[in-house]
């Protein structure tokens, strides 16, 4: 609680602060209590009043209800004497400014509980505004804690925030190269996959060659066989045709044995001459004929030969694509 000098208002009491009694100006003593410069009316409160007036003075509001009591105190001690030997209450009733007096006594009394009570509000009430002044001081040291707390957090809030921009610029960026990467390779799966396409068109045209050059290798096979049968078949022919032949040579040896030895008989000899000669003479048609067909059946092997080669050249080439692929 704060004392008169620094203007706290008390409740109950009008004016900004209680001033002090009224009393000599600065420097000057004070009259003494009950000495003729004080007024007659007021010689005895107003001791009690300046008594309580310096004790507010020295030590404050908070000392006001002891200041009071040593202001009554010093009241009571006026009005008693000084000693029993100095001064002699006379018999008899009292005289009426000793009524008074004590009737002043009892106001000024009343007037210190009064004002002690109002004292203890008064502290009361500045003990609560002092409870209320920590508070909201501690209220508003929270809050500007608070607030320099939520400064910091709204300061690494938004450095947060750069970053998370800085990384989304960066996402955004590496997603658009994603995605012109997955553009490129999209075109090249098409591109891939066109080619795979008439890799398979291909695949299937070699397929279809690979079997059409199957069936004419086949069929070469069946040729060079039949061919080589037919070989077989003409050289046995030829020999035997051979044979014929020196057989035919043999009895040509013979007749000219026979046309040597048998001079005799011109025209036996002329005709079995005439017969020898066109026996020759078939003989030698049917090797002309022999000798022919051996040629022509030499030129078909080597023809079947040259076919049966380029068939297996061919597949040989087309199985090597093939593995290739």
């Excluded at 009895?251 to 005799?264: D, G, H, P, Q, S």
Aim: net charge negative; hydrophobic share 35%.
């Amino acid at each position: 609680m704060r004392d008169a000098s620094r203007g706290w208002r008390i409740p109950g009491v009008r004016g900004a602060r209680p001033a002090p009694p009224a009393g000599p100006a600065p420097g000057a003593r004070a009259p003494a209590c009950g000495s003729p410069a004080q007024p007659r009316r007021s010689r005895l409160p107003g001791c009690a009043w300046a008594a309580g007036g310096a004790a507010v003075a020295r030590r404050g509001l908070g000392g006001v209800a002891g200041g009071w009591s040593a202001a009554a105190a010093a009241a009571a001690g006026a009005q008693q004497p000084a000693s029993p030997a100095a001064v002699r209450q006379p018999a008899g009733p009292p005289p009426p400014g000793a009524m008074a007096g004590s009737s002043s006594l009892e106001a000024v009394r009343r007037k210190i509980r009064s004002l002690q009570e109002q004292a203890d509000a008064a502290e009361e009430r500045a003990g609560s505004l002092q409870r209320e002044l920590d508070y909201e001081r501690k209220l508003r040291e929270t809050a500007e804690a608070d607030v320099a707390s939520l400064n910091r957090r709204i300061q690494l809030v938004e450095e947060e925030l750069d970053r998370a921009q800085e990384r989304l610029a960066t996402a955004l960026q590496k997603l658009e190269e994603a995605e012109k990467a997955a553009d490129e390779s999209e075109r090249g799966m098409k591109v891939i996959e066109s080619r795979a396409q008439k890799d398979e068109e291909k695949m299937e045209i070699q397929e279809i060659q690979l079997k059409e050059a199957k069936h004419i290798a086949e069929d070469a096979d069946r040729k060079y066989e039949e061919v080589a049968r037919k070989l077989v078949i003409i050289e046995s022919d030829l020999e035997r045709a051979e044979e014929r032949a020196e057989l035919s040579e043999g009895k040509c040896a013979e007749l000219e044995e026979e046309l040597k030895t048998v001079t005799n008989n011109l025209k036996s000899l002329e005709a079995q001459a005439e017969k020898a000669e066109t026996r020759a003479e078939f003989a030698e048609r049917s090797v002309t004929k022999l000798e022919k067909s051996i040629d022509d059946l030499e030129e078909k092997v080597a023809h079947a030969k040259e076919e049966n080669l380029s068939m297996h050249q061919m597949l040989d080439q087309t199985l090597l694509e093939l593995n290739n692929m």
